[in-house]
């Protein structure tokens, strides 16, 4: 099939007959159809560098809509070229191997090695105003499409502490349909929409599986501010699942400079990571906005502007090793789901609406971060962070919902004798304009609850639900914090023996219902 056929499907596909674009997939990625590395000279041996010839199989595949398959125990060395092997068919690594080497110079250390792209272009879509909790538009684009939409007369998010700064444009993503439902109910209330952006979502699954990645981190010296390393895997193509994919980090010296995310996923909807193991990085300092040091979160996975983000059975080792940053970091996310995992931590910075669910999973010192709207479902985990979930005081502690908990089980502080472990760690004293109104849950709902508290300092007065989240009583709070409505609690029990407390704060206890056995 030629380059001309294929566009001329794909645009079929854009016009409507789905059915068409499906059919050309199927038949030009069907079992033994294939495209190698080493058909375009890729050598496998650990020292050439193969990623040339990477990128022209890729680009090939996506010309002729053919998959990849790398040969069994071939070892590829990417190389410090600036290249980016673009992948818009199923590729299927299996037990190859990967060499990145950051330790010398590169030529672009920000740019991707991989990008999981869809060929489908992005369609004009006009969206003018928009209203908090809106599920319809009158806008029919010729396929599913996943929107970004952008009101830079507006910002929100202004963060606070160390790493302060002036805030984000008003933004989110969201699912729009041929019919113009939403999916994804709009967060915000949108006075004006000042950018959209529209890219189609491919109705083939996209499935990358496989591959075994040996990283050797970056030597990078820079005493102020951040500055992120690519060298990974970008996918911004809707409609894709990572399969069983390794990712071992090695090398890292006593400087170095942070990774964006090995698997780094932005604007797109439907991604699934199943099964993949990504270890985490090695955590340095820098001096952060307020002149002052901070650590330097480096991740394994990161996603941003995403629509339906499950992680299935994804492990790592050491989940506890407080010399590593915690692995996952995201923004702007819509549903999320954690099913069966093994994690040091799973954080959203700036916000997730909808269902945000962890199930049966275990997660480490670096523990579960909350910002955003919506519900919050915690059931059948074991969680080892300073607090059972934390709601990050910089972005204001916000939860704008219920909170859930279900059969699980809390080590504070991963086992180190916290001075005062609370259940739900948050602070915000109502003087700070984060862009937003900010909420503690209005409900919270706990029901079987281990709390593993044996190791605790002389004095101990046990567990409380919150300590101090609103600060003593100030002569004005502008941006006022509000404050929960119900507490249902059964089914704790603390090693300690001691019963659960409500608040440090008589102002905060007074004002919630609850309900403690």
Same mark, same amino acid.
């Given at each position: ?15 409507? #007959? ?11 990625? !069907? ?55 673009? %992948? ?10 990967? %060499? ?16 999981? *792209? ?21 806008? *029919?684009? +010729? ?12 910002? %929100? ?46 109705? #083939? ?21 951040? &500055? ?10 809707? &409609? ?7 990712? !071992? ?24 990571? !199943? ?18 040091? #901070?650590?330097?979160? @480096? ?23 407080? @010399? ?26 700036? $916000? ?20 955003? !709207? ?17 709601? *990050? @005081? ?15 089980? /809390? ?18 004293? $109502? ?70 407390? *409500? @608040?440090?704060? +008589?102002? #905060?206890?007074?004002?919630?219902? /609850?309900?403690?056995?």
């Amino acid at each position: 099939m030629t380059r001309m056929s294929v566009i001329g499907f794909l645009m079929t596909a854009v016009c409507g #007959v789905r059915i068409v674009y499906a059919a050309e997939l199927t038949l030009g990625q !069907r079992a033994g159809d294939v495209v190698t590395y080493e058909a375009f000279g890729a050598v496998g041996d650990g020292v050439a560098d193969d990623l040339p010839a990477i990128c022209k199989a890729h680009e090939t595949a996506n010309d002729l809509g053919k998959r990849v398959k790398t040969k069994a125990g071939a070892t590829y060395h990417l190389g410090r070229r600036a290249l980016t092997a673009v %992948i818009a068919t199923d590729t299927d690594w299996g037990t190859s191997r990967f %060499i990145i080497d950051d330790s010398l110079d590169v030529e672009d250390h920000r740019k991707a090695l991989f990008e999981v *792209r869809s060929l489908l272009k992005p369609v004009a879509v006009k969206i003018d105003r928009l209203a908090r909790d809106q599920r319809q538009l009158d806008v *029919r684009p +010729p396929l599913d499409c996943l929107v970004v939409v952008q009101n830079n007369n507006k910002k %929100i998010f202004i963060r606070r502490g160390l790493n302060q700064n002036s805030g984000t444009a008003q933004q989110e993503p969201f699912i729009l349909r041929r019919d113009g439902t939403i999916e994804g109910a709009i967060t915000w209330d949108y006075e004006m929409v000042t950018k959209v952006t529209a890219r189609p979502i491919d109705p #083939v699954p996209l499935i990358l599986r496989g591959g075994i990645f040996t990283h050797t981190g970056n030597r990078m010296r820079q005493e102020k501010g951040y &500055n992120y390393w690519g060298r990974n895997i970008r996918i911004t193509r809707s &409609n894709t699942e990572v399969q069983g994919l390794t990712h !071992r980090v090695i090398g890292e010296g006593e400087f170095g400079h942070p990774y964006g995310g090995f698997l780094s996923i932005g604007e797109s909807a439907d991604i699934t990571l !199943r099964d993949c193991m990504i270890d985490s990085r090695k955590t340095y300092k820098t001096i952060g906005a307020a002149g002052k040091p #901070v650590s330097m979160g @480096s991740y394994g996975y990161s996603a941003s502007h995403v629509v339906n983000f499950k992680m299935i059975g994804c492990r790592m080792e050491a989940v506890n090793d407080r @010399s590593r940053w915690g692995v996952i970091g995201s923004n702007f996310m819509k549903n999320i789901l954690l099913d069966g995992c093994v994690l040091s931590r799973m954080d959203v910075h700036q $916000g997730v609406a909808g269902e945000y669910t962890i199930r049966k999973c275990t997660l480490g010192y670096a523990g579960l971060n909350a910002i955003g !709207r919506g519900k919050l479902v915690v059931e059948d985990s074991t969680l080892h962070g300073g607090s059972l979930i934390s709601f *990050r @005081s910089d972005y204001g502690s916000t939860w704008e919902g219920d909170v859930v908990i279900r059969n699980c089980r /809390w080590i504070p502080n991963a086992g180190a004798i916290p001075a005062r472990p609370v259940l739900f760690g948050m602070s915000n004293d $109502g003087t700070h304009d984060f862009g937003y109104a900010c909420f503690m849950p209005r409900t919270i709902k706990i029901d079987g609850l281990i709390i593993d508290d044996a190791h605790h300092p002389e004095k101990y007065q046990g567990v409380f639900v919150f300590g101090d989240p609103i600060g003593s009583a100030k002569a004005a709070r502008p941006f006022p914090y509000a404050l929960t409505e119900s507490v249902r609690v059964k089914g704790v029990q603390t090693a300690s023996g001691l019963p659960l407390g *409500r @608040s440090t704060n +008589p102002e #905060v206890e007074r004002a919630i219902a /609850w309900t403690l056995p």
